[in-house]
T-cell receptor
């Protein structure tokens, strides 16, 4: 399979705690994107990090990228119940439109 | 406007029916995508149109037929589907940026809310 792997598959935390999820991929990439999906709905784009970047921040989100290890992590700080969703990473290879999604992490934030 | 719209939201069809899914974006994006997503699984790429031309077909069965009438519209025509084709069908668009990244928004995919398809 060409899919990226995400871990953990599921994560349950208390409101206010930080949530970290990891994504590993197999081939050289142009960029890596993180998405959130609430149950049965469309995907919401969270953040894009390019292959020449190592870290990006957006509000309570922090994304890192290690191209030597072919891995990325998404950190959500001070989590809220509204953050409960599935989170997916997606990678694309330079020169193509092909995006490959990771297996996803189901996050549950308990109030 | 960063919205991708999809119609219908829900569709129930028999195996002999012909139906179409529609997707529209007005962001000026020149790449549009169809994905299929089964429950608790990641989206799987089906088709990509770039500059209104089909550039990727991920070996999708011919009972799915994509069409890109213009740069804002993307259709997916369905015919003689099987029950296992029941899934959430997602449309997305993006502005290609792999040639020269001059806009921070390039390559970002924007997704529609999806069409929940049930094949009886």
């Amino acid at each position: 399979s060409q899919q990226g792997e995400e871990d953990p598959q599921a994560l349950s935390i208390q409101e206010g705690e930080n949530a970290t999820m990891n994504c590993s991929y197999k081939t050289s990439i142009n960029n890596l994107q993180w998405y959130r999906q609430n149950s049965g709905r469309g995907l919401v784009h969270l953040i894009l990090i390019r292959s020449n970047e190592r870290e990006k921040h957006s509000g309570r989100l922090r994304v890192t990228l290690d191209t030597s290890k072919k891995s990325s992590s998404l950190l959500i700080t001070a989590s809220r119940a509204a953050d409960t969703a599935s989170y997916f990473c997606a990678t694309s290879t330079s020169g193509t439109y092909k995006y490959i999604f990771g297996t996803g992490t189901r996050l549950k934030v308990l109030a | 406007d960063t919205e991708v719209t999809q119609t219908p939201k829900h569709l129930v069809m028999g195996m002999t029916n012909k139906k179409s899914l529609k997707c529209e974006q007005h962001m000026g994006h020149r790449a549009m995508y169809w994905y299929k997503q089964k429950a608790k699984k990641p989206p799987e790429l089906m088709f990509v149109y770039s500059y209104e031309k089909l550039s990727i077909n991920e070996s999708v069965p011919s009972r799915f037929s994509p069409e890109c009438p213009n740069s804002s519209l993307l259709n997916l025509h369905l015919h003689a589907l099987q029950p296992e084709d029941s899934a959430l069908y997602l449309c997305a668009s993006s502005q290609p940026g792999f040639i020269a990244v001059t806009n921070r928004d390039t390559d970002t995919q924007y997704f529609g809310p999806g069409t929940r398809l049930t094949v009886l």
